[in-house]
C-alpha cells in the first residue's frame, strides 16, 4: 500500500473555525491533491500540488487554501468553516502524470 | 470540459457471474487517461486498472478488463468470475492533458452488490 496518512481520521467543528487537514506521505512522490467526496457527485479535486511550493486550483477551490513548504506534507486549510464544507476528505499522490494516483483513507468532517 | 458518465447507479450481480460496469466519457483532448477505483463500505479507494487514449489493447488486471471503445467514447469495467468481495462502489475516473498535473475527473459511482 502506497505510504500516505491522513490526520485528522475525524473531526467535528463549528461554524466559523479554522479547520487544517493534513496529508504526509513516504513515497517521494511529486503530486498531491485534495479531493471531496459528497454523495451524488463523486469526488471532485479542491487542490492539487506539483511541487514544493508549486500548488493550483481544482474545480471545487473556493473556501480552501493548501501549502506544501516539503515534498512529504500537504495541507488543507478552511479557514473558516461552513456547513456546506461537511465531507469525507481524500489525499491522493501519484509519482509523475502518467502513473496512477493512490489515495488515503480519508477524512470525514462534520460542521456544525 | 472533461466529464465522466456512469449511468448505472446500482448494479446486481450473482457470485461467479461477469459484470460490466458503464462508463461514458467526453474530452477534447487528444491524449487521456481512464481509470478505475474500488471504494468499499470502509472508505478507501483502491486502484483497479488503466486504460490510456493510445494504448492498442484493451487493459487487464487480473479479474478485471477494461472494455475500451475509443469511437464510442466509452472505458466500461468487465469483472469475471464476480466474489462477494467484489460488493463496493466503483468509480470511473479520467485524466485529461489539458492544465497538466494528471487532475482526475470523476464520475458519480455505481453501486455493484454481488448476491450468492
Known amino acids: 500500500d502506497a505510504g500516505i496518512t491522513q490526520s485528522p481520521r475525524h473531526k467535528v467543528t463549528e461554524t466559523g473555525t479554522p479547520v487544517t487537514l493534513r496529508c504526509h506521505q513516504t513515497?517521494?512522490?511529486?503530486?498531491m491533491y485534495w479531493y471531496r467526496q459528497d454523495p451524488g457527485h463523486g469526488l471532485r479535486l479542491i487542490h492539487y500540488s506539483y511541487g514544493v511550493k508549486d500548488t493550483d486550483k481544482g474545480e471545487v477551490s473556493d473556501g480552501y487554501s493548501v501549502s506544501r513548504s516539503k515534498t512529504e506534507d500537504f495541507l488543507l486549510t478552511l479557514e473558516s468553516a461552513t456547513s456546506s464544507q461537511t465531507s469525507v476528505y481524500f489525499c491522493a499522490i501519484s509519482e509523475s502524470t502518467e502513473q496512477p494516483q493512490h489515495f488515503g483513507d480519508g477524512t470525514r468532517l462534520s460542521i456544525l | 470540459a472533461q466529464k465522466i458518465t456512469q449511468t448505472q447507479p446500482g448494479m446486481f450481480v450473482q457470485e461467479k457471474e461477469a459484470v460490466t460496469l458503464d462508463c461514458t466519457y467526453d474530452?477534447?483532448?487528444?491524449?487521456?487517461?481512464l481509470f478505475w477505483y474500488k471504494q468499499p463500505s470502509s472508505g478507501e479507494m483502491i486502484f483497479l486498472i488503466y486504460?490510456?487514449?493510445?494504448?492498442?489493447q484493451n487493459a487487464t488486471e487480473g479479474r478485471y478488463s477494461l472494455n475500451f471503445q475509443k469511437a464510442r467514447k466509452s472505458a466500461n469495467l468487465v469483472i469475471s468470475a464476480s466474489q462477494l468481495g467484489d460488493s463496493a462502489m466503483y468509480f470511473c475516473?479520467?485524466?485529461?492533458?489539458?492544465?497538466?498535473?494528471?487532475?482526475?475527473?470523476f464520475g458519480t459511482g455505481t453501486q455493484l452488490k454481488v448476491e450468492l
Open positions: 486504460q490510456g487514449s493510445y494504448d492498442q
Open positions: 475516473a479520467m485524466r485529461g492533458e489539458t492544465g497538466g498535473g494528471n487532475k482526475l475527473t
Open positions: 474530452t477534447s483532448d487528444p491524449s487521456y487517461g
Open positions: 513515497e517521494n512522490h511529486r503530486y
